[in-house]
Nanobody, 123 residues
Framework: QVQLVESGGGSVQAGGSLRLSCAASGKTAGYCMAWFRQAPGKERDMVARRDALGRTEYPDSTKGRFTIPKDSAKNTLFLEMNNLKPEDSGMYYC??????????????????WGQGTQVTVSQ
């Protein structure tokens, strides 16, 4: 059983940076892991994904601004966010699944979730 705990959210001005952490308990080596964002009244969207080999995938909205490194020794996934925009505001969730990452972009593609951490970006 995998448990995920996010931290690192907060308030930042547009153009600023934040680093979110997702501490995992249980085996996640070989897992597909991702970060999702959900704004009030909107769907939960993937903002970054990392497969078991370290290959990453980003939607156009975050490409070039977000990265998703992982510290395997600490079993911790990160989301490094730069040049933040107000539209980046929302609840950020860490997700994991034991299956291969290929085309896994929907919330229903992931079995394990954290409780979320709030990010607010102001003008």
């Amino acid at each position: 059983q995998v448990q995920l705990v996010e931290s690192g959210g907060g308030s930042v001005q547009a153009g600023g940076s934040l680093r979110l952490s997702c501490a995992a308990s249980g085996k996640t080596a070989g897992y597909c892991m991702a970060w999702f964002r959900q704004a009030p009244g909107k769907e939960r969207d993937m903002v970054a994904r990392r497969d078991a080999l370290g290959r990453t995938e980003y939607p156009d909205s975050t490409k070039g601004r977000f990265t998703i490194p992982k510290d395997s020794a600490k079993n911790t996934l990160f989301l490094e966010m730069n040049n933040l925009k107000p539209e980046d505001s929302g609840m950020y969730y860490c997700a994991a699944d034991a299956r291969v990452c290929y085309q896994r972009e929907r919330p229903s593609d992931y079995n394990y979730w954290g409780q979320g951490t709030q990010v607010t970006v102001s003008q």
